[in-house]
């Protein structure tokens, strides 16, 4: 069964740093990986996907990569700001479950990252 | 830019009442999916709809959750005898059969039971 892992549960630093975040999970046999950020009380935006082939993704400050064989996925934010703070969470697509035809889409429990002024 | 709409945004309910939950996809996206957010976790997959099919309802609790997509294009989830577990977020999202396999999520439904 897919587990997917995010550490730290949260994160504060300054701005203007750049960051890490990670995300782990247990089967490598994923289909993608897609990284989110989540407003507080809002619904999910997509920030990057990864397709299994690939090994990483650029957007603006934002790059994400995949490492399948280890079972990890990091998202570098650059240059953080304020505005930047959100929780970030990752979800793994791969094979359907037992009891179904459909792909699962697990998610982690995200990071909650703040960015200080 | 075309987004997924929910609503309501926001509904308290008593315990033991019915709650019904509407969500409209990106037009032309074939893939549907009911998630339940709980506060501090990640969103956890209650149904999947390609077209008016469900393809995915291992995790919806069936006793009292229900959902359907009748002509392929709108969803509602209900939720039947509302129980104090059940407070959470409910997200919608949908995605298109080709090209991008990204998901876009709606507003979501913040649920109270009280």
């Known amino acids: 069964k897919q587990e997917v892992t995010q550490i730290p549960a949260a994160l504060s630093v300054p701005e203007g740093e750049n960051l890490v975040l990670n995300c782990s999970f247990t089967?490598?046999?994923?289909?993608?990986l897609q990284w989110f950020r989540q407003d507080p009380g809002k619904g999910l935006t997509s920030l990057l996907l990864?397709?299994?082939?690939?090994r990483e993704q650029t957007s603006g400050r934002l790059n994400a990569s995949l490492d399948k064989s280890s079972g990890r996925s990091t998202l570098y934010i650059a240059a953080s700001q304020p505005g930047d703070s959100a929780t970030y969470l990752c979800?793994?697509?791969?094979?359907?479950?037992?009891?179904?035809?459909?792909?699962?889409?697990?998610f982690g429990s995200g990071t909650r990252l703040s960015i200080r002024p | 830019e075309a987004e997924v709409a929910q609503s309501p945004r926001y509904k308290i309910t008593e315990k033991s009442q019915a709650v019904a939950f509407w969500c409209d996809p990106i037009?032309?996206?074939?893939?549907l999916y009911w998630y339940r957010q709980i506060l501090g976790q990640g969103p956890e997959l209650l149904v999947q709809?390609?077209?008016?099919?469900?393809?995915?309802d291992s995790q919806l609790p069936k006793d009292r959750f229900s959902a359907e997509r009748l002509k392929g294009v709108d969803s509602t989830l209900k939720i039947q005898p509302a129980e104090l577990g059940d407070s959470a977020m409910y997200l919608c999202?949908?995605?298109?059969?080709?090209?991008?396999?990204?998901?876009?999520f709606g507003p979501g439904t913040r649920l109270t039971v009280t």
């Open positions: 999202a949908s995605r298109p059969d080709r090209g991008s396999y990204e998901q876009y």
């Open positions: 089967d490598s046999a994923i289909y993608n």
């Open positions: 990864i397709q299994s082939s690939q």
């Open positions: 979800a793994v697509e791969g094979a359907p479950g037992l009891y179904s035809s459909a792909s699962k889409i697990i």
């Open positions: 037009s032309g996206h074939a893939t």
């Open positions: 709809f390609q077209d008016e099919s469900v393809v995915d």
